[in-house]
């Protein structure tokens, strides 16, 4: 069974999902402060973490902060859970590298229907596709959870290392914005379709060298998303 941290200081709140996570299989540990939740998820390297925000001490943005700047902890899941869902405060945290931002009072259905989803991206495998994939200068290679672009190393969340592996999987193919949210967590659970696009959004300024002109990453206005390469066009 996987571990999940639960980062929260409300200790119903706490009691509440470690009770619904345990009725799901999973085997929830409990920190009620930032300072100590930083050091179990360094130490536990859960499988996802569910971060509060408003923590006392260290709050949720410098926990989530520094276990993205953490080589260890960087491609953790984490599950943003805050009382604030304002849309500038959603796509801060999203930009962050949070994976999801879930607004209180929630759902506790929803919630577990987003940890499942999130649990079953960990174990996807897709046995018609190469461990390694290769477009233009971009390279992912699934078996190490390594991508590189033009032999540099671009460091992904899992989030977005899940949505351009998907991608990559067929190079040229349009998904649409329905189809990547049903892949990425499933059709029991509501996310806005913008949490979607500040990912695609964070990926492209990650892989892209002018993000306004991308080469690889591509839009399509109405349709969905597509990776393939565009080469430089010919100076005359």
């Known amino acids: 069974m996987d571990n999940i941290l639960v980062i929260e200081d409300d200790r119903d709140i706490a009691r509440l999902l470690s009770m619904s996570l345990t009725m799901e ?32 001490g260290l709050d949720g943005w410098e926990v ?20 604030r869902y304002e849309e500038q405060e959603r796509v801060a945290g999203l930009d962050l590298g949070a994976d999801d931002y879930v607004a209180k009072p929630f759902s506790t259905r929803e919630l577990m229907a987003r940890v499942r989803a999130v649990s079953r991206r960990l174990r996807s495998v897709f046995p018609d596709s ?27 969340t899992m989030m977005e290392f899940t949505i351009l592996q998907r991608l990559a999987q067929e190079p040229g ?21 913008h949490n979607l696009d500040v990912h695609i ?8 060298a002018d993000p306004s ?5 591509q839009t399509l206005r109405g349709v969905g998303y597509t990776l393939k390469y565009l080469p430089l066009p010919e100076r005359a």
Not at 213 to 217: A, F, H, K, V
Request: charged fraction near 25%; charge should be positive.
């Open 201 to 208: 959004h964070t990926i492209r300024k990650k892989i892209e």
């Open 25 to 56: 299989h999973f085997l929830p540990v409990l920190a009620y402060d930032g300072v100590s939740g930083l050091r179990e998820a360094q130490q536990l390297l859960p499988a996802l973490i569910l971060l509060d925000l408003m923590l006392p």
């Open 64 to 83: 989530c902060r520094r276990l993205r700047s953490n080589p260890r902890t960087r491609r953790i899941p984490i599950i943003m859970v805050s009382a």
């Open 130 to 156: 190469e461990h390694l994939q290769r477009i233009g200068d971009l390279e992912i290679d699934s078996d190490r959870h390594m991508v590189t672009m033009a032999q540099n190393p671009v460091h992904l």
């Open 173 to 193: 193919r349009v998904f649409s914005r329905n189809q990547l949210l049903t892949f990425l967590w499933g059709e029991d659970c509501f996310v806005l379709e």
């Open 213 to 217: 002109q991308p080469r690889y990453l």
